[in-house]
């Protein structure tokens, strides 16, 4: 059976650990996903391009990074950008402040437009350098930075044309699948609650955005106050992309599988 529902599974967050190097490319070559973001600041970077270089299948996308999020683990940028970071060097944890989180966030810095545009050009200048299938870039953090401050869209959209890839917004306004981030950490839960959305999917184009990860001890050092239970959330969703069932399903409903290259063709 052959529906006329396409859907883009995308995975964030490749490059900054071993296990989302693992997850993401477990996610594209065992389960569903299509299109995987890479964070170019980080440490597991050149791991991710040796994994992924190997796949000209798996769509890549430059994930833009302005925050380090994490307690135990951080990253700063790939340029002297003084006016993006704390006293140590490393990026802040938020982009713009949140209820009930007290930490630092760049939108309370004296940040600098010309900083920014140096540290994108870098991110995207080594990103095209060492993948070999870049199609787009993203935003990390946020749907997307021009939603932050206008001007930082116009850096983008810019280096887009200059570098030749596609300026996304999550899928460019496409339907955003929830999946099962409010359901309980637990793949027979998670994949129950995403066959029973894509079961009352009509017509069109959709995407949905997560971020798996294999896992290791490395993994369950991660985290900060408020979401400390990052291993179980990432593993998990990791299970379910890749379930028997849920293959099972995408293949009974005719849904057609795509990346963002094929979304841009």
Not at 30 to 37: D, F
Not at 82 to 100: H, K, M, Q, V, Y
Not at 128 to 153: C, E, Q, W, Y
Request: include cysteine.
């Amino acid at each position: 059976m052959k529906s006329n529902i396409k859907l883009l599974v995308r995975v964030d967050d490749a490059g900054s650990s071993w296990s989302s190097n693992m997850g993401c490319l477990r996610a594209c070559t065992e389960g569903i996903a299509r299109s995987v973001e890479v964070m170019m600041p980080c440490a597991w970077v050149s791991h991710a391009a040796a994994l992924f270089n190997e796949r000209p299948d798996i769509d890549i996308g430059i994930h833009l990074t302005l925050t380090s999020e994490w307690e135990a683990v951080k990253w700063r940028p790939l340029t002297q950008a003084a006016s993006l970071t704390d006293e140590n060097g490393n990026f802040l944890p938020l982009i713009t402040p949140r209820e009930g989180d007290d930490r630092r966030c760049l939108a309370d810095a004296d940040w600098s437009i010309d900083d920014i545009a140096r540290e994108f050009r870098a991110q995207i200048s080594l990103g095209t350098a060492i993948f070999h299938n870049v199609s787009h870039v993203s935003s990390h953090m946020l749907k997307h930075f021009k939603d932050f401050d206008p001007r930082i869209g116009e850096v983008i959209a810019d280096l887009c044309m200059e570098y030749g890839l596609a300026d996304d917004a999550f899928g460019f306004g496409l339907p955003r699948i929830e999946g099962y981030s409010k359901f309980p950490r637990d793949t027979d839960h998670r994949t129950s609650a995403f066959m029973t959305q894509l079961a009352e999917l009509s017509s069109g184009t959709y995407i949905f955005i997560d971020h798996p990860a294999e896992v290791s001890a490395e993994l369950n050092a991660v985290g900060h106050e408020g979401y400390e239970d990052v291993a179980a959330d990432r593993t998990t969703c990791l299970e379910t992309l890749t379930s028997k069932e849920l293959k099972q399903c995408i293949d009974a409903l005719g849904i057609e599988l795509i990346s963002y290259r094929d979304l841009y063709r």
